[in-house]
């Protein structure tokens, strides 16, 4: 079994920074895609970010394009999520995912999730 661990949310204002962190652990051999979602209340779960354990390649949403920032580090089993310039409506539960197939549509493990609250 895969276990995925997030970390790092809180409440904060809008234009801070938060960085998010997902400990990947257990059977992980073939986990090759990792991938960061939210779900704002009321609203369902949409994709944020995408990236493999080389880092390469990485994709955003346009929605956080220029402010977030994916990023891998293999010797870790960590994956983050660097989020800065945050907007009211950046407010969701975040959660880390990941699967062997490049398909985020379909990652097969996922985390509890984080919270994310942005005030004004």
């Known amino acids: 079994q895969v276990h995925l661990a997030e970390s790092g949310g809180g409440l904060v204002q809008v234009g801070a920074s938060l960085r998010l962190s997902c400990a990947v652990s257990?059977?992980?051999?073939?986990?090759?895609?990792m991938g960061w979602f939210r779900q704002a209340p009321g609203k369902e779960r949409e994709f944020v970010a995408f990236?493999?354990?080389?880092?390469?390649?990485?994709v955003y949403a346009d929605a956080v394009k220029g402010r977030f920032t994916i990023s891998a580090d293999n010797a870790k089993n960590t994956v983050d999520l660097q989020m800065n310039n945050l907007k009211r409506e950046d407010t969701a539960v975040y959660y880390c995912?990941?699967?062997?197939?490049?398909?985020?549509?379909?990652?097969?493990?996922w985390g509890q999730g984080t919270q994310v609250t942005v005030s004004s």
């Open positions: 995912a990941g699967g062997s197939s490049d398909d985020t549509s379909n990652f097969p493990f």
């Open positions: 257990g059977r992980t051999f073939g986990v090759d895609h």
């Open positions: 990236t493999n354990w080389s880092g390469i390649p990485t």
